[in-house]
């Protein structure tokens, strides 16, 4: 009998709840004091095709999924069909009774099928065959022989807030009736069970984009505005259901280009402002990012990727805009791009960013992807320190205009916004105070801020040296973010950034415990950077294998492009499935015979 | 941070002089809007001028404001995102037709729905002028263009019918060759609550040969001086949209003071402005937020 490490994975057809279900799952299990790791697997539709969901469960921290399934919940015929084999030796596969699967095709490959009255249970005993979901997730828990009582709690939080208890205690019988028949029939024959901590500290169970939202409210974020767009439309919505007790304003633009311009024009007036979309949103943002750059106006957008071109694969995952982001916009001007890996790193560099765009009074970009904006994980409450980030707001050189005392301090002998310093970072006071009148302008301008109308060499020499000298500022003092994970003298180093974080981590794991010398390195923090500082890292690896999700392996390019060292082999992945412990310990054989 | 007692053209004037053709028709809108703050008594620290890309556009350096020269087309979120953040400031777009009627038109459309307080003055000469004479949305069927050397085939833009479709509030003409009424049409604008459209005529000397000052003159006539008017008749308001010819309505087509502004629906905005207000979240209510996730 295994104990408290398992895979459980749900599928069906878009409607059926799949998602649902297996978050409800997942709560469950994290509340019985167990760590688990959850990914979602969906089709650009909102009824039928094929969606799954997969929790995997241990008794440390997990930064990923994996790839072997102990018990599949069908909801449909073709979930057995698609992920019989993905199951373990002595599997399970449970679906309801009435559907069209062969027992014996599945005894014949050792697995054990677990047809129930799932349907049966749901009509006889909630009285709605809706209750299917409750009564598949609850044979589960009875397969399992997990405390029920975490699951009925799931249904009184879920079910009682929204619809009323009736609803619920209707669910929750259904549950129990389910565990029981579930348990009785099939409990004897399952290996795998889940057993409750006693006094496990109680966890979050939190998703990428459920951390930058926490991460945009503890920096003071106070103006969100972006258009829908898979993955990043969930945090839009996250923080507009903040918006009244956080006094945000939230707007839902009517295109992405507006998006980041209200963005501009919030930042203009001193508050601190985001937006978010996915790759073809942020193209269309590019001409305006550009303006960010050009006003040295701080936004922050958080570009949450899928895989493209065009529409691409849109409820997929990829991390193909990363040279995409380092260069979007006419012209040269700074900009700071940030990769976090996980949910805890999504919560502090997301706070970070507002901090480094007011410092620099320039665009930040932070990148996730749609595997870490809706993968959901296990973390200590403690892990996300909110009295330390608020306490770490930094606005730079900002005086707001109502600040009477500081403005007359600060403009003694009179303003220019864009005043030549030795940093190229200027006061900032947004306009509305009679010592601070001054335009800005797109076009070049002149220290006061005016369009420089005689487009002198002079002017344009200082006014972009101004500009682009904040970046190796920002480097120096402010950036540098990266993690070796495993080994010191690992023979094979790999390379990753972003959202490969939990996947290459795992993969270090599996590695080392198979006898190999395998470590991470993995950067939060892309641009700007001290190169030299990088190259000295670099050289302190043996072998370097890239890890990416994308075709070209961007990263790796970009490091080689600036600190001119080649890594010595990439793995990558551009099917639009997350990165996974298992397809990294594969490939890596196969990258190491080619270096 | 008080209003001076008395404002004056000296007051507005900008260190920088206009590179404007000898002529050009938005002398008299900079002339008009100059008017419209000394008749408001409106210091410039409480004034914002958003621009897009075009001869007009520079209009925000030639007025002592505070300014923002964007992007082609861009300057109407802009302007909405910095009225959120302050919304006791008068914000002010100045574009050009093909800002707002063109490239930027889809902005245009919604901020019309909105209705959030901002006086939008657009520059309609009827022709791109700083790209040196191409067909503009407004120009008329058949002008005749270095992009439309045989006449465009296009019917042009109509502003103010498309304002009274969208929702707009307040919607008005001016000619910049009466900068007096146009002083006036502004100052109407910038005191309505809500979005105000003000769309003028305004001659481009050098590259539109037929909508000259003459022809403008010949053809327009106020509606405050037609008897009977009533601007809150949204069917009159209509109907006068669709006059072109003989004789083109300028002044104020239609106004509507019932519908609330964008600002005063959004509740973090009810006390006071989104930059005054503490930076800092609550350490508590966020610590409360994380339980939702247990």
Known sequence: MVKNSCTIKLGGEAGQGVESSGMGFAKAIARAGLFIFGVQDYMSRIRGGHNWYQVRVGTRPLYSHDTTVHLLLAFDERTVHDHAAE?????????????????????????IPMPMPLLKIADEVGGNKLMMNTAAVAAAAGICEFDLSYIEQVIRDNFGRRKGSEIAERNVRVAE??????????????????????????????????????????????????????????????????????????????????????????????????????????????ESLSLAGSTETPVVIVLAQRPGPATGLPTRTGQED????????????????LAPGSVEQCFYHMARAFNIAEKYQMPVILMTDNFLANSIRTVEKEAFDIASVVRSIERGALVLPHEEEKVRAATEGGYRRYEWTETGISLRIPPGHPSAVYSVAGEEHTPEGFIDWEETAQ??????????????????????????YGPEDAETTLLCWGSSYGPVREAVDVLNSHGMRVNMLHFVDIHPLNWDAVGEILDRCHTIVAVEANYSAQFSRWLTMNTGRRPDGKITKYDGRPLNPDFIAVELGKALVRV | MSAPATLTMRDLQSPVEPTWCPGCGDYGILNAVKRAMIQLKLPPHRVIYFSGIGCGSKLPDYVRANGFNSLHGRPVPIAQGFLLAHHDMKVVVVDGDGDSYGIGGNHWLHIMRRNPHITHIVQDNMVYGLTKGQYAPTSMKGYVSTTSPEGTVEYPVNPIAIALAAGATFVARGFSGDPKHLAD?????????????????????IFNRVNTYDWF?????????????????????????????????????????????????????????????????SVEQLEALKEAFV
């Open chain 1, 87 to 111: 199951l373990i030796k002595g599997g399970g596969v449970l679906y309801d009774e009435g559907l069209k699967v062969d027992p014996e095709s599945l005894s014949a490959v050792d697995l």
């Open chain 1, 177 to 286: 009736a389910a565990y029981e028949e579930a348990r009785k029939r099939y409990a004897p024959l399952f290996d795998w069970k889940l057993d409750p901590i006693p006094g496990a500290p109680k966890r979050m169970v939190i998703n990428g984009n459920q951390a930058l939202g926490l991460g945009a409210l503890a920096a003071g974020c106070k103006m969100v505005s972006g258009y829908p767009m898979t993955p990043a439309s969930t945090l839009l919505e996250f923080l507009a259901a903040q918006a009244r007790k956080f006094g945000l304003v939230v707007r839902q633009t009517e295109d992405e280009i507006s998006g980041i311009l209200h963005c501009i024009g919030a930042a203009h007036a001193g508050v601190r402002a985001m937006s978010c979309t996915s790759g073809g949103g942020f193209s269309l943002m590019v």
């Open chain 1, 322 to 337: 990363l040279l995409f982001a380092l260069h979007a916009g006419h012209g040269e001007f700074p900009r700071a791009v």
């Open chain 1, 459 to 484: 002017n344009r020499n200082m006014m972009m040296t101004k500009r682009m000298k904040k970046l190796s500022v920002c480097a120096e003092e402010d950036m540098g973010v990266y993690e070796f």
């Open chain 2, 185 to 205: 049409l502004i100052a109407k604008g910038l005191e309505h609550k809500g979005y105000a459209l003000i769309d003028v005529f305004q001659p481009c000397v």
């Open chain 2, 217 to 281: 003159r010949e053809r327009v006539y106020k509606l405050e001086e037609e008897p009977g008017y009533d601007p809150h008749d949204l069917n009159k308001a209509w109907e006068k949209a669709h006059e072109w010819g003989e004789r083109i309505p300028i002044g104020l087509f239609y106004v509507d003071d019932e519908t609330p502004t964008l600002e005063e629906q959004i509740p973090a905005l009810a006390h006071k402005p989104l930059y005054q207000q503490e930076i800092a979240p």
